[in-house]
């Protein structure tokens, strides 16, 4: 028998997805009665893990053991995320010292399986049912300025290298009243901007209040007509499901930021085709096109894996070459890791890891330049920045420029504030500038 637990701790590791779902069980255990505490000393921790790449994953077993206390004691730990799904019961027989484990659609039954860990059982629960867990959390209460909203989860695309349409299932969207009330919610606990979140966001589907059916363009519309949401993002895209009516919707509402993250990955056809990816080079640039002629001014970012099994120095060379081509403002690039279970995990022509090293020091080398030149671009201009976290100098604030770029400023404005910044210089992963006039209206 454990003592039930009265302070809790939720580290969230991966995604954007996973920091929304970690903020979702601090609630619920907060609307049980638990106080979050960051400190050593929580009863309980939820490591909500990532299990994209084999590093990620790993970090999970090494968190867990270094939660025992130098006194020999230790919280409750509960393994939640995608490490727990991926392998469940697996898990707790790897490391006795986690006493539940959680998958990510399951996260609403954390309380009674804590309850029950206090019982002495080690409860497991990895169901995925289609998205009963939103139904059962408490409603949202109070935000930063930037909120997450989960509203689409899973992915149907099964490229042959990725985890996710194992760990979190086949896509669903979840419903456009449900999705309009927790948006309401958010903006009456003080958010003013919102990121849209799914694996594959852009497969949003759903039907509005009159019945008519819509995709991802129909929510943003709504969500722009909301009181105090003054900024909508979303993230991440698939290029086979950007739509017109999205396209257009980057031409038609102020309120959608000039900002797209579209991962394309590779740069060559053979190993997109390999990928299982439903685009070529030339389609995706074809994409990105259209998306410029409907709004100019747009941020595109992406993802990339570099060494994906029988990458040449050929299709390397391609990757390079797309960068160029778009210009991205910002990316991710990874090395690929080899994940269980998938297609690619089998596949011939490993890449050595130095070859791997190689070419991710050119990619990121490339991929930085490109993120300067876009930031240089900005130099003298006028941005209204939504200001979301002290910085580190006395009086300094940072927020996000509509590009998403963070912008460094002395002002007295507050967290939430969106002000006016003239932009004076630029880093290839910032901006700094000087306030204008000290608010713009929103
Ligand atoms: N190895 C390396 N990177 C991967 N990603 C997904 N799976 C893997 C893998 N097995 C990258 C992709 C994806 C991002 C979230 O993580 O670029 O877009
Ligand atoms: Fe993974 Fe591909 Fe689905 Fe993205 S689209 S989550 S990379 S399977």
């Known amino acids: ?133 939103f139904a059962a959390l408490p409603p949202r209460r109070r935000s930063g300025p930037s909120a997450f909203l989960t509203v689409q989860e899973g992915c149907d695309k099964f490229c042959t290298y990725c985890v996710v349409p194992y760990t979190r299932g086949a896509e669903i969207s979840r419903p456009f009243a449900d999705l309009l009330a927790e948006a309401r919610a958010l903006a009456e606990g003080g958010a003013r901007e919102i990121t849209l979140l799914g694996q594959n966001v852009n497969a949003w589907s759903g039907e509005s209040q009159d019945g008519g059916a819509g995709g991802l363009d129909m929510l943003i519309r709504a969500i722009a007509r909301i009181d105090g949401i003054e900024r909508i993002r979303y993230t991440t895209s698939h290029p086979a499901d950007l739509t017109d009516a999205l396209i257009a919707a980057h031409r038609e509402i102020d309120k959608l930021m000039p900002y797209l993250h579209l991962p394309v990955q590779s740069g060559s056809d053979a190993i997109l085709k390999a990928m299982n990816r439903s685009h070529s080079a030339a389609s995706y640039l074809k994409l990105i096109e259209r998306v410029r002629v409907a709004r100019p001014d747009i941020a595109i970012s992406g993802d990339f894996i570099v060494g994906f099994p029988g990458e040449t120095e050929k299709d390397f060379c391609d990757t390079l070459a797309i960068v160029d081509a778009v210009g991205y403002a910002s990316a991710y690039s990874f090395k690929y890791s080899p994940r269980p279970g998938t297609p690619a995990a089998s596949m011939e022509g490993a890449v050595e890891a130095q070859v791997m090293d190689e070419r991710l020091q050119r990619l990121q080398d490339r991929l930085r330049a490109h993120s300067l030149a876009f930031n240089q671009a900005t130099i003298g201009k006028d941005l209204a920045i939504l200001i979301d976290r002290k910085g580190r100098l006395p009086g300094q604030m940072i927020g996000k420029s509509p590009w998403l770029q963070s912008v460094f400023v002395e002002t007295g404005a507050a967290i939430g504030d969106l002000v006016d910044v003239s932009i004076t210089h630029a880093l290839p992963n910032s901006l700094g500038g000087a306030l204008r006039r000290p608010a713009v209206a929103a």
């Open 1 to 133: 028998m454990t003592a039930l637990p009265t302070t809790f701790r939720v580290k969230s590791f991966g995604c954007q997805m996973n920091v929304y779902d970690g903020e979702r069980m601090a609630e619920l255990l907060e609307s049980q009665g638990l106080t979050a505490t960051s400190g050593d000393e929580a009863d309980l921790v939820v490591l909500n893990t990532c299990h994209i790449r084999e590093k990620a994953a790993e970090r999970a077993y090494s968190d867990v053991g270094r939660l025992r206390r130098d006194d020999g004691t230790r919280p409750i730990i509960a393994l939640a995320g995608c490490v727990a799904q991926a392998e469940g019961a697996e898990a707790a027989k790897r490391s006795k010292m986690i006493d539940l484990v959680v998958g990510p659609q399951a996260y609403h039954r954390l309380p009674e399986m804590v309850a029950a860990v206090a019982r002495g059982e080690r409860p497991v629960d990895t169901d995925m049912p289609a998205i009963a867990k």
